[in-house]
């Protein structure tokens, strides 16, 4: 074709006008589409740049919510899944008008079944996280003060978010099983661990005890309520799971579900609209507010620092002798944080409670004796004999299990909680063979339904005694009791149980309730909302430690609670006055004491990043023993900062190198160097733990020793990694409450030690 119109056009003349003409038509064609599309692409842009500024727009109002939620301004109490709040923005974000609508979501929604509510029982608690970022090792703890009975544990929960995966064959502690259910669930993993059937909390594989502190004579307490532990790992590793949550869910509908409270769910719309042009644009996120913990040992790297102040609660009516003997117990005592501890943009972010005392048990009160007369209140199953005031297990053939009930019942309703136990003897003479295995169990309702079997001994070398607390929703006026043999599979095999007994007494565990004033005012937590009011607050974790190789029928303890809510409804910033009354102690041993201390831990940004470790495990100092701690993942800088406080109770003035005359130092050493408590003198470096301390805050404390001590270079030096704590005795005997230790860090930034961030995060409405 080209060469055809190229002959053509050789071929004439005076075409040059028509080929201009047919360009032109051409062009005319060309040309306006060519403009359209110019228009188009401007048009375009136009709407592009438009929605981006919707996009942008709503985008602060989710910033501005996650600022509100964090920083509690938002007016929407712990558990309150019905409130919904909207504002608008003050301002226009790119001339747009921002509605923000902020909701608390219950974590569970969709997950489980909220007929039995949505508030969590503080009887049952449960909490979760990373442990070991490193690892990818993640940790459930759940913990239960036994207050509802035989509690049935048939599922264990935990949500993982975006990004993470359960890693197959990884569970330990109360099952080695993977997750019954791995589900898809909010972008990220449910994973669930149903238990069927169900399976009674205490009867949970109990969690290995803590490491001891090197040195020996680490006698750790007693520790209530009683906790259990599931771990397993994700992948990846190196990241923290943020917004990540567990729960647990048993069979008791008064008791179903608890979860972890460190984390508050929260879902927010913003809708930037341009009144204009009628356009709108929303946003809608799921956000987390997380709390965190440092109770229970363990460090956090944040912006801020602590204060630590505490008084006793016991003193001498009379200047004390070369034997002091504390004889008078206070009804309250105080201590003040001033204004020039604490900086002016502080925030406290912990608040934690600590008292502590010795008791001795009270004159046991009978309720119940297997003397001759009461062998009637006895019936016997097969193979069981009542002889010589004994119980006599006796098997010789056929069935290998076999009851023996308490025939009528006793009314125990009188009975004090937690002091109600049921002792008896078993004779040594006879011994059980493996396999064999004595229970036990409690009715209150006169035998119609019975409680779980708890085991009192199992195989060979049983005990020649047994003790054990009756739970308190036993005590009726229908209280019965029976004993189970198990295993009892050969021929004359025996079993003796005599002197059997139910006592009462007047205080054998901690005193779990006191007053807790700030500024004057008492403040407790109503259904878990702090208020201020007259009622008193309770622990939430207690330990309860056996001084009778000490002094014979003694105990210590130590309580501890999170007061943070309590501390900030009064002093947002933490200075005050604080005071503490009705902690019960006994008085007149040269091992009384009572007392009690507060830890503030607050950030602010006109510090520097610091970590802060805590250990509160309540430890026993035996005589000539020591007990060495190693904190790790720290750096100081070139002018290295650090302090430590510790509160010890028990501390002996008259027991020192000095006074004993020989190797009978009570002291504390922080990377070997013997510590001084502070400047004036109070205490020496070989009595430090003298129930003496110059206090803090510039008061006096006579009576349990609450010492602070500047660590600060050259004790610890530039560029330290690791400081090792050492505490030891001589010929005194001392508990410790807690040690807490602040390390000024050359980590850069500061990570706060709550946080709050988007779960998920989606987009739409746009008009």
Same mark, same amino acid.
């Given at each position: ?10 071929? &004439?003349? =005076?075409?040059?006008? #028509? ?7 051409? %062009?005319? !064609? /060309? $040309? ?101 970022? &490193?690892? =990818?090792?993640?940790? #459930? ?7 509802? %009975?035989? !509690? /049935? $544990? ?614």
């Amino acid at each position: 074709m080209n060469r055809r119109l190229t002959k053509v056009l050789k071929g &004439e003349k =005076g075409q040059a006008l #028509v080929v201009v003409l047919i360009l032109m038509v051409l %062009g005319g !064609l /060309l $040309i306006v589409p060519c403009l359209n599309y110019t228009a188009t692409s401007l048009n375009a842009g136009q709407i592009h740049k438009e929605t981006m500024a919707l996009i942008y727009a709503a985008d602060a109002g989710v910033g501005d919510a996650l600022w509100g939620i964090k920083n509690e301004t938002v007016p929407i109490g712990p558990f309150d899944y019905e409130t919904e709040v909207s504002y608008f923005l003050p301002e226009e974000i790119n001339g747009k008008a921002v509605e923000v609508t902020i909701q608390q979501v219950w974590p569970l929604s969709g997950l489980e079944s909220d007929a039995n509510g949505t508030t969590p029982s503080s009887h049952l608690m449960i909490t979760g996280g990373i442990i070991d970022e &490193e690892a =990818g090792e993640y940790k #459930v703890q759940m913990s239960y003060d036994g207050s509802a %009975g035989d !509690l /049935l $544990i048939d599922r264990v929960g935990v949500w993982l978010p975006p990004g993470f995966d359960y890693v197959t064959g990884s569970s330990s502690g109360i099952t080695t099983d993977d997750p019954t259910n791995i589900l898809d669930w909010h972008g990220g993993k449910a994973l669930e661990w149903d238990f069927l059937p169900a399976v009674n909390f205490l009867d949970l594989p109990v969690p290995p005890p803590p490491e001891p502190p090197p040195g020996g004579g680490f006698t750790p307490a007693e520790e209530y309520p009683s906790w259990r532990t599931l771990t397993f790992n994700v992948s990846p590793v190196g990241e923290f799971a943020n917004g990540t949550y567990t729960w647990v869910r048993t069979t008791n509908i008064n008791l179903y579900l608890s979860w972890d409270t460190n984390y508050s769910n929260y879902k927010i719309n913003s809708t930037a609209t341009d009144v204009a042009e009628s356009k709108s644009f929303s946003v809608e996120s799921y956000s987390y507010l997380s709390k965190g913990s440092l109770s229970g040992g363990g460090d956090i790297l944040f912006r801020g620092g602590y204060r630590a102040i505490g008084q006793t609660l016991e003193t001498y009516s009379s200047p004390p002798g070369a034997h002091p003997k504390r004889d008078v117990l206070l009804a309250e005592s105080s201590s003040t944080i001033s204004d020039t501890n604490i900086p002016d943009d502080a925030e406290v972010i912990w608040a934690y409670l600590y008292w502590s005392a010795m008791f001795a048990e009270d004159e046991e009160q009978i309720l119940f004796e297997d003397s001759c007369a009461n062998m009637n209140s006895w019936v016997p199953g097969s193979d069981w004999t009542v002889s010589s005031s004994r119980f006599r297990g006796h098997h010789s053939g056929g069935e290998s299990d076999r009851y023996l009930t308490m025939l009528n019942s006793l009314d125990l309703s009188a009975a004090p909680s937690g002091s109600t136990k049921v002792r008896w003897n078993q004779d040594e003479s006879e011994r059980l063979e493996y396999g064999d295995c004595l229970k036990f169990q409690f009715s209150s309702d006169g035998g119609i339904t019975w409680g779980g079997l708890i085991t009192a001994f199992c195989d060979d070398n049983p005990p020649s005694s047994f003790s054990y607390t009756i739970p308190s929703q036993y005590l009726t006026g229908d209280f019965k009791m029976r004993f189970y043999l198990g295993g009892f599979g050969d021929w004359g095999e025996y079993c003796y149980i005599d002197n059997i007994r139910i006592t009462a007494t007047l205080a054998t565990t901690a005193d779990t309730s006191v007053k807790f004033k700030v500024n004057g005012q008492q403040v407790y937590f109503d259904e878990g909302v702090p208020t201020v009011g007259g009622q008193d607050v309770t622990a939430s974790r207690w330990w309860i430690k056996d001084n009778s190789d000490v002094s014979p029928n003694t105990y210590s303890y130590s309580c501890f609670l999170d007061v943070t809510g309590l501390v900030k409804l009064i002093s947002p910033r933490g200075n005050g006055t604080y005071t503490v009354g009705d902690v019960y102690g006994t008085l007149g041993y040269e091992t009384s004491y009572a007392g009690w201390s507060l830890v503030l831990v607050y950030s602010s940004p006109s510090e520097q990043v610091h970590n802060i470790y805590l250990y509160d495990n309540f430890l026993f100092a035996d005589q000539y023993t020591n007990h060495t701690f190693t904190i790790e993942g720290f750096q100081t800088p070139e002018d290295a900062e650090a302090k430590l406080t510790c509160f010890v109770g028990e501390g002996d003035p008259q027991y020192g190198d000095f006074q004993m005359g020989g190797n009978d130092r009570d002291y504390i050493e922080f990377n070997g160097y013997p510590l001084p408590d502070t400047p004036d003198g109070v205490n020496s470096q070989d009595n430090v733990w003298n129930s003496e301390s110059s206090g803090l805050g510039g008061e006096a404390i006579s009576g349990v020793d609450i010492d602070a001590f500047d660590v600060s270079s050259p004790i610890i030096q530039p560029e330290a990694t690791w400081a090792n704590v050492e505490l030891g005795t001589g010929y005194d005997v001392w508990n410790l409450v807690y040690i807490i230790l602040s390390f000024r860090s050359d980590i850069p930034g500061g990570l706060a030690p709550n946080s709050v961030g988007s779960i998920t995060y989606s987009c739409g409405g746009g008009s």
